[in-house]
């Protein structure tokens, strides 16, 4: 067997056992004497020895069943079986040493996992109400200026609305204002229009009636002239002699002259300008017309014939 560090175990008893153990040794295989455990937390790991105490009990039987020397076999087996106790023994103070040095170690870790949790606990507990009176401080300031923005805002949307409603108010007077100073220039240029209008009304009235008056007294002249060409030309058959031949003859050049005296006469006469009401007229406001019938004589030239 092996120590902590390895090294193998020196069996510890009085010189006769040492012999039987030494005898024991021709028999008893050398992995079964020179074994070795793994430790396990200061002390040997308890399964590697019950395996081994297993395979030393399976290997004593054997040994029982084949050996001839009872007697040296059945002390080598006392032997074995009192240090394997020995070993158990050793085993289960050094188990029961680990348990209770990792128990301490337990209560000891669990005791300042405790106190830090506890602490831990504690700095939770004040980081959670001073983050609870600041997060109320804030709540109470973020609602001190919410309110205090808001009677701002009503107090600026009121003045707006105020002086929306002075502009627009404004702006309609301007409005009607100007619509009615624009409705008086119209009134005043419609009243101008009409007064010029009527003037050239009166104008033209005034100029066709002038033109009417001048129409008269040119027919009056041409019919003057139209009865002294009628007289002329009665006198002037008055002095022709006596001679129906000779008046048969001439007849016809006569009507022919005086067929050409009466369209120039009708010409002349139907030369005259009219002008009638609503009619536009040129220049001077008047429009020339010719008179109805123009081509022929108001009056025709009588021509006499004596009595043969």
Partial sequence: MSNDKGQPDEPKGEPDQEQAFGELRHYVPAEILNVSFPAAVRGYDRRAVDAHIKRVNRLIAEIKAGASPRAAVRHALEQTEQQVSGLLERARETADEITATARREAETEADGIRAKAA?????????????????????????????TGL???????????????????????GAQGEADERLQQLRAELASLRGQT?????????????VW?????????????????????????????????LLEALEPKTQAETEPQAANSG????????????????GEGRTPKKIAGSGQSKQGIKTRRRPS
Avoid: C, H, W, Y
């Fill in 119 to 147: 602490e831990l606990l504690v700095n939770a507990n004040a980081e959670a109400d001073a983050t609870k009176t600041e997060a109320e401080k804030l709540l109470a300031d973020s609602k001190a200026e919410a309110e």
């Fill in 151 to 173: 009677a701002k805002a009503r107090a600026e949307a009121e003045d707006i609305l105020v002086r929306s409603r002075l502009e627009a108010e404004n702006t309609v007077k």
């Fill in 198 to 210: 009527e003037a050239r009304m009166r104008e033209f009235q005034a100029d066709t009636a002038a």
């Fill in 213 to 245: 008056e001048e129409r008269r007294q040119l027919l009056e002249q041409m019919r003057g002239m139209a009865s002294r060409l009628v007289d002329l030309a009665n006198a002037a058959t008055d002095r022709e002699p006596d001679e129906p031949d």
């Fill in 267 to 282: 010409e002349a006469e139907s030369t005259v300008p009219t002008v009638e009401a609503g009619e536009p007229t040129n």
